[in-house]
């Protein structure tokens, strides 16, 4: 267990829809990052944020946004979802160089 | 452009052998490299890591081997256990003091009993 936790598990919706991929980092990283999953493009860095503001932005679509509140928790929007968005997404907090990652959520988009 | 890519995406081994993983990368900037380990339905697992001013570090079991001239990375499991089978990442730091990551393809390693 890395301490990051993730919620949903697993989540199923239609195309056009919208979602919301909560995370909740390690006590005391200041740091989440968001990574996708998916068969054809692996592992992909999408947005980090420190502390409340966004410090890097990855492969994210404008479809998707992002956020981390005061309490250090993050949200991954997704917006006019389409059958590619389907994937793990993995968020992750940092210690020093150490990304930890949470158990993922699985969106699958019908 | 940003890549990090693995030359072996599947790696069959012995329970018992040593197993190597490889990985090159295309970033001659980045500053800090790491493994992962994902088994399945799970999230990634830190492994080791190494700095760019490093050209080997060990771990338990684990060595990984860091050669800047060719940007090849390789990740060396010694006496490989069936709990060993996973996915393996690589992944090379290129935004600095971001920790911004860029992983690899993946390895997946199959250990037979």
């Known amino acids: 267990d890395s301490g990051v936790t993730q919620t949903p598990k697993h989540l199923i919706t239609a195309t056009g829809q919208r979602v919301t991929l909560r995370c909740s980092p390690r006590?005391?990283?200041?740091?989440v990052y968001w990574y996708q999953q998916s068969l054809d493009q692996g592992l992909q860095f999408l947005i980090q944020?420190?502390?409340?503001?966004?410090?890097a932005k990855g492969n994210i679509l404008e479809r998707f946004s992002a956020q981390q509140f005061p309490d250090l928790h993050s949200e991954l929007n997704l917006s006019s979802l389409e059958l590619g968005d389907s994937a793990l997404y993995f968020c992750?907090?940092?210690?020093?160089?150490?990304?930890?990652f949470g158990p993922g959520t699985r969106l699958t988009v019908l | 452009g940003e890549s990090v890519g693995l030359h072996l995406p599947t790696l069959s081994v012995q329970e018992g052998d040593n197993s190597i993983i490889n990985c090159a990368y295309s970033?001659?900037?980045?500053?800090?490299f790491i493994w992962y380990k994902q088994e399945s339905g799970k999230g990634p697992q830190f492994i080791i890591d190494i700095r760019s001013n490093m050209d080997k570090r060990q771990g338990q079991r684990v060595t990984v081997l860091l050669n800047k001239t060719v940007k090849h990375l390789s990740l060396q499991i010694a006496a490989t256990q069936p709990g060993d089978s996973a996915v393996y990442f690589c992944a090379e730091n290129i935004g600095g003091a971001t920790n911004k990551l860029i992983f690899g393809t993946g390895t997946l390693l199959a250990v037979q009993p």
């Open positions: 970033n001659s900037a980045s500053d800090y």
């Open positions: 944020y420190y502390n409340g503001e966004e410090r």
């Open positions: 006590s005391g990283d200041l740091s």
């Open positions: 992750a907090s940092r210690a020093n160089n150490e990304q930890f």
